[in-house]
Nanobody, 117 residues
Framework: QVQLVESGGGLVQAGGSMKLSCTAS????????MGWYRRAPGKQRELVAV????????TYADSVEGRFTISRTNANGTMYLLMNSLTPEDTAVYYC??????????WGQGTQVTVSS
């Protein structure tokens, strides 16, 4: 099993930056994929970015490409999401997720990011 805890959310002005953290514990060396999703008010949860441990590749949603950067510290299972040039459309609850052995998905509790105009 894997436990995920997000931190770093809050309120930021448009054009600003914010860095989210996700700390994984448990079977962190069995994690195949880690990533971030978000759910904006009134919308479905959507992919933000995912990183694959197997081939060290990252995929970003078109809406965040070039503005957001995902990084991981495999030694301790911590993942970060650096968000630059934030807009009000980025306002959402951001969730950390981990996939173990391409089978089981785990989710964090979510952290609120609010971007004011």
């Amino acid at each position: 099993q894997v436990q995920l805890v997000e931190s770093g959310g809050g309120l930021v002005q448009a054009g600003g930056s914010m860095k989210l953290s996700c700390t994984a514990s448990g079977s962190i060396f069995d994690i195949s994929i880690m990533g971030w999703y978000r759910r904006a008010p009134g919308k479905q949860r959507e992919l933000v970015a995912v990183h694959r441990t197997t081939d060290d590749t990252t995929t970003y949603a078109d809406s965040v490409e070039g503005r957001f950067t995902i990084s991981r510290t495999n030694a301790n299972g911590t993942m970060y999401l650096l968000m630059n040039s934030l807009t009000p459309e980025d306002t959402a609850v951001y969730y950390c997720t981990a996939n173990v052995k391409f089978q089981q998905n785990y989710w964090g509790q979510g952290t609120q990011v609010t971007v004011s105009s």
